[in-house]
């Protein structure tokens, strides 16, 4: 081995380009869009924000507020929910306990999270 070979054999010239190559990248890569395994893209005004083994939770554009139905798989455990958004949920969770919705920044408006339980001794403690 040479002088100028390192201790894995790669030349001075050939680390010096890797190094520039490195040095040359971005920092920061660009931000992947919001990704939910569940939901759906948008169809004829109607998507799914989720859809699991509990229920699925539906979106409808209704112009100026969108539709939100939550069905439950057991229907002896939980009623359908209807629920008026006027926040643009874009996400959703939903288990035999709760269900969440959030939505992100949009039009100026901070990002929001909205909290339901299940339970029929708290029907009206939503939190957000």
């Keep these: 081995r040479g002088v100028a070979d390192g201790a894995d054999g790669m030349s001075l010239s ?7 190559a490195l040095a040359a990248t971005p920092a920061v890569a660009k931000a992947q869009g919001v990704l939910h395994s569940s939901s759906t ?4 005004g109607r998507r799914f924000l989720l859809w699991n083994l509990t229920g699925m939770v539906l979106t409808r554009d209704e112009n100026t507020y969108n539709a939100i139905e939550v069905d439950f798989n057991d229907a002896e455990a939980h009623r359908t929910m209807r629920l008026t958004d006027h926040y643009g949920f874009s996400m959703a969770a939903l288990d035999d306990a709760a269900v969440m919705f959030a939505s992100a920044t949009n039009h100026g408006n901070p990002s929001t999270i ?7 001794w708290a029907p009206n403690s939503d939190w957000q």
């Design 114 to 120: 909205v909290y339901r339980p299940l339970v029929s």
């Design 14 to 20: 050939a680390a010096r380009a890797a190094a520039a």
């Design 41 to 44: 893209p948008e169809k004829n």
